[in-house]
Nanobody
Framework: VRLVETGGGSVQSGGSLRLSCVAS????????MGWFRQAPGKEREGVAS???????TYADSVKGRFTISQDNAKNTLYLQMNSLKPEDTAMYYC????????????????????WGQGTQVTVSS
């Protein structure tokens, strides 16, 4: 499975961006898709996820501001980010996992097998 993210950029605080992630290869094996981010000097953290049943999970820090969605016909995952804050500045990664459920926490990197190369999001105050 190959994942390619696009849509990052620089915006001012309060602005919006929409990230996209196009998946190719054996995408039928994916049971969960997620967005993660990593700021310099910090660990990678889960932002949002969506499983094959359509259930979503969000980090507390982005609830009410970010929305994850997917278009299965286009093999594309989206992350709509509104009301952006400077603390949202990070490299954002798309990821695909082969398993979902209680043993595979939706926002933990260890639950995912395939990763994209990332797209940078910078929010200025």
């Amino acid at each position: 499975v190959r994942l390619v993210e696009t849509g990052g950029g620089s915006v001012q605080s309060g602005g919006s961006l929409r990230l996209s992630c196009v998946a190719s290869g054996y995408t039928y094996s994916s049971k969960i898709m997620g967005w993660f981010r990593q700021a310099p000097g910090k660990e990678r953290e889960g932002v949002a996820s969506i499983n094959s049943g359509g259930s979503t999970t969000y980090a507390d820090s982005v609830k009410g501001r970010f929305t994850i969605s997917q278009d299965n016909a286009k093999n594309t995952l989206y992350l709509q980010m509104n009301s952006l804050k400077p603390e949202d500045t990070a490299m954002y990664y798309c990821a695909s996992g082969l398993y979902a459920g209680v043993w595979y926490p939706a926002l933990q990197p260890v639950s995912y097998k395939y990763w994209g190369q990332g797209t940078q999001v910078t929010v200025s105050s």
